[in-house]
T-cell receptor
Framework: GESVGLHLPTLSVQEGDNSIINCAYS??????FIWYKQESGKGPQFIID?????DKRQGQRVTVLLNKTVKHLSLQIAATQPGDSAVYFC????????????FGKGITLSVRP | DGGITQSPKYLFRKEGQNVTLSCEQN?????MYWYRQDPGQGLRLIYY???????QKGDIAEGYSVSREKKESFPLTVTSAQKNPTAFYLC??????????FGPGTRLTVL
């Protein structure tokens, strides 16, 4: 029979615009957060991270914002380019003993030329 | 170059066969991880190891086995007990207190 896969939510933006990708995390004890980018058929690639003692961190063209009050994480990409098209995952971790990353389900970013 | 490698890139298995996926890292990382990814979904943790000769089950360990005899290597065996093994398998490593570095993945297909 035919199988139907789940579809990730998609964010479509115009090339050159800024993108904002949002993520709600689940564990209030999490103290370390990461954004990954995954291109089709490849492994996830680290973009930027932030620890819970910060609420903002900037990289090259990317900014991560952390709001611990509402357990919300966002990734802002400035001047979005076609090469930014990918699936983006947020991940959270409580860096205690036997800690492990918990990944969100992912969001597809599609950049229109 | 330092990095994490997985082999093979594509793997085909007949039903009832065990297969082993290779993962090697030269980053001197203590911790290594195996994830499974199904189409359109996130990553689910199969097994992880924080130190040589020790490993723990993740969220979906049934039908899988691992070993960690060397710091550099963390092979994953997909056994015949895994009822739906077709997926994209990702290996990662980390120092344990920072980001995980991922390999390129192995796509396993059951014929």
């Amino acid at each position: 029979g035919e199988s139907v896969g789940l579809h990730l939510p998609t964010l479509s933006v115009q090339e050159g615009d800024n993108s904002i990708i949002n993520c709600a995390y689940s564990n209030s004890a999490s103290d370390y957060f990461i954004w990954y980018k995954q291109e089709s058929g490849k492994g996830p690639q680290f973009i930027i991270d932030i620890r819970s003692n910060m609420d903002k961190r900037q990289g090259q063209r990317v900014t991560v914002l952390l709001n611990k009050t509402v357990k919300h994480l966002s990734l802002q990409i400035a001047a979005t380019q076609p090469g930014d098209s990918a699936v983006y995952f947020c991940a959270e971790q409580f860096t205690g003993a036997n800690s492990k990353l918990t990944f969100g389900k992912g969001i597809t970013l599609s950049v229109r030329p | 170059d330092g990095g994490i490698t997985q082999s093979p890139k594509y793997l085909f298995r007949k039903e009832g066969q065990n297969v082993t996926l290779s993962c090697e890292q030269n980053l001197n990382h203590d911790a290594m991880y195996w994830y499974r990814q199904d189409p359109g979904q996130g990553l689910r943790l199969i097994y992880y190891s924080q130190i040589v000769n020790d490993f723990q089950k993740g969220d979906i360990a049934e039908g899988y086995s691992v070993s960690r005899e060397k710091k550099e290597s963390f092979p994953l065996t997909v056994t015949s007990a895994q009822k739906n093994p077709t997926a994209f398998y990702l290996c990662a490593s980390s120092t344990g207190l920072s980001e995980q570095f991922f390999g390129p993945g192995t796509r396993l297909t059951v014929l």
